[in-house]
Structures are given as structure tokens and as C-alpha cells.
């Protein structure tokens, strides 16, 4: 990110006007260029259907999709220049306080806080520069058929009941109770989203910037990587992370050889299609949320998927601003999904039924320090939203790296209070 800050067009953005969604499509012309990392959607045709559906409300305009393997990576190099698409997801690595930088505003928070969902996270001086298609809520995506034969038929409390119900599961049943993903890397990275949801605190992730210590006993960090710990440690995922497969585990999980996987409430469609596709019932699969209460009640955090932005290099920014209304708003593809819309008001997804029925509060947390946790996360080099600490647990856990969890904690901790200090 430092070559970032020396290059893609200079300085910030003070005075620039807003791109507002147009009054009259038929008024609207160009060819936008749209990233994304949806690479299945490109290939299967779903890109190309949307485009087809927004052309009949915005005739003059062309939509075209680049899909990116490695979009993080693709996109961080290409943002050195000024060729980054027209309609670009935000990548995680680019500071909030850059935003205007690369990208040009698209309301104002008064006007858009109104209608969407996690404004707050790409709000610079009172403007928005991203805006979010979905939500994600955190939890474990799970086999109900497979938890339901090892007699196991609630979702567990507590992370020992957590681990008990595991337990039960390779004990009676020929399933892998839980599986990391660890060779793909990228699925690992969610367990440094569970934050916030063992303490149910929508502050938790501002709280960052003044705790010294995010990995003591009781903090949230402690709670869910000691989970992941545990379950690796005592020999209830599978037998050697280095053989994981990310496409090959929705197979595992739809046919019931793995019973379990914590990621966002976005696999859940992924999972029922794997199940589908064998044969076996896709409503087998469900989701739950991590095993802790609060007051006698579980909490979910839920956090934006990629913000969508218009480069502020594009020629075309009328159109690519009236793609992106169109597709959060009209193409419902968080609907096709299961996802939680970034719409006020929408209905949550069925998949997310359960947590209505038993009222698991969706905690959506709060930004306004995410910017200075950001920059002490990076002068620290843990990598909140990085493989490499959950990797280095799981390594841990499983006697492939020395040390203990209490040591990595330890390190952790030092770490973050020594950039802390540096950061101010």
C-alpha cells in the first residue's frame, strides 16, 4: 500500500462532486468495465443475465465483467495506474482514509445512511465512497443430518459444548466433525471475524485501537482462536490440513464426510448446491451461530461483504453509478444467494430463519476507529484478515510449529501493544 499512496492519481478529493444516481435512464450512455471476484458467476452466464436485465431499464449503457482470480492481488497492482475498471470492489487492503484517492464519492452519509446498511465503513468526511451489495453473518455452516446422528440436536452454548458435540460426532458417526480449509489459507481468515460475536459488543473492533492486549483471557480474539485451537489440538478436524481443497470441501460438507465449517452465512447456497448436486438433501445444511450467550442469547456479527466503487479515473461514471443502484437494489442477487441484503428493511434470507426463531441478535458493528485498528494491525504485522496467525495456531495446535497457544497469545499481545505505541 505504500506504492498506493505515492501513485493513482494524487491526492485527496476535497470539493469533488458526488456521482448521483441518474433522474432519467434513458439519458445514460457508455460501456462500463466491472471487476469482480465472483469468477463462477462470469463463467456460468449470471454476470451476463444481469447485465441483459439492467440494459432494459438503461438501454444505452454496455456492461462488461472482468473476473479475477486472485482479485486482491490483481487489483492492488492495477490500482497503480488508473485502469481499474469503471466499477471496482474495494479491496481489504486499501485504508479507509484513502478512499478518496481512488475512488469518487457517491452520496453523502445523510443521503445514503437512510437506505443502506454499513455506510459508516467507506464514509470519509461525510461522504461514502463504497457501498455494499450484502451483509455476511458469522457462523458455523453445518450438516444437520450428520450433527442429528451423533444425537446431538441444539446448537451448543458454549465452546466446551462446542467440543463435546464434536466429540459425538466422530464418535458415532464416520464424519470429519470439523474441517479448516487450512492449504486454501483464505476460509481460515474468517475466524478473525468472529470479533465481537462472543461479547455481543458493537464496539468491539473500535475497542482495537486502545486494547493492548486483544488476545488476553475473555477477550473475544481469545475466545474464538482457543476454539479453533482446541478443535485442531484434540484431533476433531481433519487428518492433514496440508491436503485441504476449498471446492472439494462443499462436496465434503453437502454429502456429510465433514459435519462442520466456520464461514459466512454466504456458503450456506455454495454448500446446499454441493448437496444437491449428490443426491442428498440441500436443507440438510444449515447454520449456527458461535457457541457463546450473552444474557441467554447467541449473537451473530454481521459485516459488509466488498464495497462496490467507481473509479475515479472512469470516463463513465453516470453509468457505472447507476449499475451499481441497480444491482444492490433491483437485481436481487443477495436474494439468490441467501444473503442479508445492505437494503434498510429487506427480510433476512431463509437460511437465516433459525436465528429469528431463536432470536440471535445480528450485531452490526461500529467503524469509526477502523481506519487507526487498520494501521496498527499492519505496523504489527498479525493480519487480523489474514491466513497466516490462524494458520500458525492450527500449526501450533497440531505439533507442525513449537511453542504453545499461551506463547502465540503472548506474542500477539506484544506485537500489538508495541505498534500501538508506535502508531500514537
Not at 111 to 121: A, V, W
Not at 128 to 133: D, E, I, Q, R, S
Not at 280 to 285: E, G, L
Not at 331 to 349: E, F, N, V
Request: hydrophobic share 35%.
Amino acid at each position: 500500500m505504500l506504492a498506493l499512496s505515492a501513485c493513482g492519481g494524487g491526492g485527496g478529493a476535497d470539493g469533488e462532486a458526488v456521482v448521483a444516481v441518474p433522474a432519467d435512464p434513458a439519458k445514460v450512455t457508455g460501456t462500463i468495465t466491472v471487476l469482480t471476484n465472483r469468477t463462477d458467476q462470469v463463467q456460468d452466464g449470471t454476470t451476463q443475465k444481469y447485465a441483459d436485465e439492467f440494459k432494459k431499464t438503461y438501454p444505452g449503457v454496455t456492461v462488461e465483467f472482468q473476473g479475477l482470480t486472485d482479485y486482491e492481488g490483481e487489483v492492488r497492482i492495477r490500482m497503480s495506474g488508473e485502469d481499474y475498471g469503471d466499477v471496482v470492489l474495494i479491496p481489504g487492503s486499501v485504508d479507509s482514509n484513502q478512499y478518496p484517492q481512488f475512488f469518487a464519492p457517491l452520496g453523502t452519509t445523510e443521503e445514503l445512511q437512510p437506505k443502506y446498511d454499513f455506510t459508516d465503513k467507506a464514509t470519509v468526511d461525510g461522504k461514502v465512497y463504497g457501498l455494499a451489495n450484502i451483509g455476511t453473518a458469522n457462523g458455523f455452516v453445518y450438516n444437520r443430518a450428520v450433527w442429528q446422528k451423533a444425537g446431538v440436536t441444539e446448537w451448543p452454548r458454549t465452546p466446551a459444548e462446542f467440543l463435546t458435540a464434536l466429540r459425538a460426532i466422530k464418535d458415532k458417526t464416520g464424519s470429519t466433525p470439523y474441517y479448516t480449509n487450512y492449504k486454501d489459507g483464505w476460509p481460515l481468515t474468517n475466524w478473525g471475524s468472529g470479533l465481537g460475536s462472543p461479547s455481543c459488543d458493537v464496539a468491539a473492533n473500535d475497542k482495537l485501537a486502545e486494547t493492548k492486549e486483544p488476545w488476553a483471557p475473555g477477550t473475544d480474539l481469545n475466545v474464538v482462536d482457543t476454539l479453533l485451537h482446541d478443535i485442531v489440538h484434540t484431533g476433531l478436524s481433519e487428518a492433514d490440513p496440508n491436503t485441504t481443497n476449498w471446492e472439494n470441501s462443499k462436496n465434503l460438507l453437502g454429502t456429510g464426510e465433514v459435519a462442520t465449517m466456520w464461514l459466512g452465512s454466504w456458503a450456506v447456497v455454495q454448500m446446499r448446491e454441493a448437496a444437491r448436486k449428490a443426491g442428498r438433501d440441500p436443507q440438510d445444511i444449515g447454520f449456527m451461530p458461535f457457541p457463546a450467550q450473552v444474557g441467554g442469547k447467541f449473537c451473530s456479527v454481521v459485516r459488509p461483504d466488498y464495497l462496490f466503487a467507481i473509479n475515479k479515473h472512469s470516463k463513465a461514471k453516470e453509468a457505472a453509478r447507476a449499475w451499481i443502484d441497480w444491482y444492490i437494489s433491483k437485481s436481487g442477487d443477495a436474494q439468490k444467494s441467501l444473503s442479508i441484503s445492505a437494503l434498510k428493511g429487506a427480510p433476512l434470507p431463509e437460511s437465516l430463519k433459525p436465528f429469528e426463531e431463536e432470536k440471535v441478535e445480528l450485531v452490526r458493528l461500529g467503524w469509526a476507529k477502523n481506519n487507526l485498528v487498520s494501521q496498527i494491525d499492519k505496523a504489527s504485522e498479525v493480519g487480523l484478515s489474514a491466513k497466516d496467525y490462524p494458520q500458525r495456531i492450527v500449526d501450533v495446535a497440531r505439533g507442525a510449529a513449537p511453542g504453545d497457544l499461551a506463547g502465540v497469545f503472548a506474542d500477539l499481545n506484544k506485537r500489538w501493544a508495541e505498534a500501538q505505541a508506535e502508531i500514537g
